[in-house]
């Protein structure tokens, strides 16, 4: 028979996957059982399990860093650590501190040094460094300072990584600007700024630095980030056309670019200083202002046009585009956030509803009129007393720098700064008392409307964290 012949093929039916019994658990059941696919990935890998779960985990790290790590923790973690007095710190740094202060800051960086290979390079937890390897570090750390060291490591880890991807980002924006025409009226990403990156060793300074690219080049980083997608598509890729759209698309339209995008940058340019200059004679005089020859409300009828229909609204908008570039100069903040927090008080009251509950059992009854007290004598949690019994109600708080005396006898720290004339001309004629008056009105728009409130919420945040780290203690 033909059929005797012909070979059957059988279809091969796919193998149904079976489910496990980790199929019918809840994802929610698995991770309290510590059964998830991430539990697994940890107990495979050869490490402590605190070290994987920190938010940078902790990395081998080389003779050269560890030594910039150990000075940079010592001066931070140790030596300068808050806003209020260091009484209460347990590292033995400050126990012997009047005892042999020279020999301690000598051999703390070191010891801190050893502290840091046991936890980077050999993954030693801290409980084993303090009873096993503690001949290493006892002189200077015992074990609660360890924890200090871990923690501050995980710090400068994180510090590194954001330094690294701004300086990447500061590299993709100038390849940006050379190579597309559209940017060329941008200013030009300057090795100078790559500089104040490099010289970062704070947070706080990372973010001065941060908000400075994010004025300059925020609203071009989408158009940059398209920019680069075009690039590396083919000229018939139907996703190019879409990248194109949305690289011509308008972005932010603040009052800083609304002024920008209307030329006042350019009256902005007449007050005589870049704000880099203005930065850098805070330190000593070293660039004369350049002063515009017209008056100030002249100058301003050349860049009159339909948003800034008078040299008034001009002026007004280049004053706050001269003090939002002040604002965001790194040295400036610098500068004048140390200030701010060597003249910080704290202020206390009860409302009506803390009048009606807080009696002379309650614990904030000692503490319910406060005036003008100098944060640095805040002790212990205090500070996050207040702040509860503000979030209840209770109290009204307020953070300052300037006491109802300073502002009476005009001692603020505004006015101590303009007594010092950053931005006065020293000369004799009626234009330049017009612009001397304009510049000094440029840097009272800088320091209250834009630096005061920042100082106040970094200074906020910073005393709350250390009075939940004494609680913690």
């Given at each position: 028979?033909?059929?005797?012949?012909?070979?059957?093929?059988?279809?091969?039916?796919?193998?149904?996957?079976?489910?496990?019994?980790?199929?019918?658990?809840?994802?929610?059941?698995?991770?309290?059982?510590?059964?998830?696919?991430?539990?697994?990935?940890?107990?495979?890998?050869?490490?402590?399990?605190?070290?994987?779960?920190?938010?940078?985990?902790?990395?081998?790290?080389?003779?050269?860093?560890?030594?910039?790590?150990?000075?940079?923790?010592?001066?931070?973690?140790?030596?300068?650590?808050?806003?209020?007095?260091?009484?209460?710190?347990?590292?033995?740094?400050?126990?012997?501190?009047?005892?042999?202060?020279?020999?301690?800051?000598?051999?703390?960086?070191?010891?801190?040094?050893?502290?840091?290979?046991?936890?980077?390079?050999?993954?030693?937890?801290?409980?084993?460094?303090?009873?096993?390897?503690?001949?290493?570090?006892?002189?200077?750390?015992?074990?609660?300072?360890?924890?200090?060291?871990?923690?501050?490591?995980?710090?400068?880890?994180?510090?590194?990584?954001?330094?690294?991807?701004?300086?990447?980002?500061?590299?993709?924006?100038?390849?940006?600007?050379?190579?597309?025409?559209?940017?060329?009226?941008?200013?030009?990403?300057?090795?100078?700024?790559?500089?104040?990156?490099?010289?970062?060793?704070?947070?706080?300074?990372?973010?001065?630095?941060?908000?400075?690219?994010?004025?300059?080049?925020?609203?071009?980083?989408?158009?940059?980030?398209?920019?680069?997608?075009?690039?590396?598509?083919?000229?018939?890729?139907?996703?190019?056309?879409?990248?194109?759209?949305?690289?011509?698309?308008?972005?932010?339209?603040?009052?800083?670019?609304?002024?920008?995008?209307?030329?006042?940058?350019?009256?902005?340019?007449?007050?005589?200083?870049?704000?880099?200059?203005?930065?850098?004679?805070?330190?000593?005089?070293?660039?004369?202002?350049?002063?515009?020859?017209?008056?100030?409300?002249?100058?301003?009828?050349?860049?009159?046009?339909?948003?800034?229909?008078?040299?008034?609204a001009v002026l007004t908008g280049a004053i706050h585009v001269v003090a939002?570039?002040?604002?965001?100069?790194?040295?400036?903040?610098?500068?004048?956030?140390?200030?701010?927090?060597?003249?910080?008080?704290?202020?206390?009251?009860?409302?009506?509803?803390?009048?009606?509950?807080?009696?002379?059992?309650?614990?904030?009854?000692?503490?319910?009129?406060?005036?003008?007290?100098?944060?640095?004598?805040?002790?212990?949690?205090?500070?996050?007393?207040?702040?509860?019994?503000?979030?209840?109600?209770?109290?009204?708080?307020?953070?300052?720098?300037?006491?109802?005396?300073?502002?009476?006898?005009?001692?603020?720290?505004?006015?101590?700064?303009?007594?010092?004339?950053?931005?006065?001309?020293?000369?004799?004629?009626?234009?330049?008392?017009?612009?001397?008056?304009?510049?000094?009105?440029?840097?009272?728009?800088?320091?209250?409307?834009?630096?005061?409130?920042?100082?106040?919420?970094?200074?906020?945040?910073?005393?709350?964290?250390?009075?939940?780290?004494?609680?913690?203690?």
């Open positions: 028979m033909e059929g005797r012949d012909i070979s059957h093929s059988r279809k091969i039916k796919p193998k149904e996957k079976r489910a496990t019994l980790m199929d019918t658990i809840e994802p929610a059941e698995l991770e309290e059982k510590l059964l998830a696919p991430m539990d697994k990935r940890i107990q495979l890998d050869d490490r402590p399990e605190r070290f994987q779960l920190r938010r940078v985990p902790v990395s081998e790290a080389d003779e050269h860093e560890l030594e910039f790590e150990a000075k940079w923790i010592y001066q931070y973690a140790f030596d300068n650590a808050t806003l209020k007095k260091a009484v209460s710190l347990c590292c033995q740094i400050r126990i012997f501190v009047l005892m042999n202060e020279r020999k301690i800051a000598a051999e703390a960086p070191d010891k801190i040094k050893e502290a840091l290979k046991f936890i980077r390079n050999q993954l030693f937890e801290v409980p084993f460094i303090a009873f096993y390897r503690k001949e290493y570090v006892e002189s200077c750390l015992v074990i609660n300072d360890l924890w200090k060291v871990y923690q501050w490591d995980e710090k400068w880890c994180h510090l590194q990584q954001r330094k690294k991807r701004l300086l990447e980002l500061m590299k993709r924006m100038l390849n940006y600007q050379m190579e597309n025409d559209n940017a060329a009226g941008m200013r030009i990403v300057t090795e100078q700024d790559m500089n104040e990156v490099h010289g970062v060793q704070t947070v706080e300074g990372l973010m001065d630095v941060s908000t400075k690219f994010q004025l300059y080049y925020g609203p071009e980083v989408p158009k940059m980030i398209d920019w680069e997608k075009i690039q590396n598509l083919s000229e018939d890729d139907p996703e190019r056309e879409a990248a194109e759209m949305r690289f011509r698309a308008a972005t932010r339209t603040d009052k800083y670019m609304l002024c920008i995008q209307n030329g006042l940058s350019g009256m902005a340019s007449r007050f005589g200083l870049t704000p880099l200059q203005f930065a850098e004679n805070l330190d000593w005089k070293r660039h004369d202002i350049v002063q515009d020859d017209e008056e100030p409300l002249k100058a301003a009828e050349q860049y009159v046009c339909q948003s800034f229909p008078t040299s008034e939002k570039q002040l604002s965001r100069e790194p040295k400036v903040r610098e500068l004048l956030r140390l200030r701010y927090r060597l003249r910080l008080k704290i202020s206390v009251c009860p409302t009506k509803k803390g009048r009606e509950e807080i009696d002379e059992n309650h614990k904030l009854w000692p503490r319910r009129y406060v005036r003008d007290k100098p944060v640095a004598n805040l002790r212990h949690d205090e500070y996050l007393w207040y702040v509860q019994a503000h979030a209840s109600g209770l109290l009204n708080l307020k953070l300052h720098c300037d006491t109802e005396e300073d502002i009476r006898f005009e001692k603020t720290m505004l006015q101590e700064f303009l007594s010092e004339q950053p931005y006065h001309r020293d000369e004799y004629s009626r234009v330049v008392d017009m612009w001397n008056k304009i510049r000094e009105e440029a840097v009272t728009v800088c320091v209250n409307n834009f630096l005061l409130p920042v100082f106040e919420r970094e200074a906020h945040e910073r005393l709350l964290q250390e009075a939940k780290d004494y609680v913690i203690k």
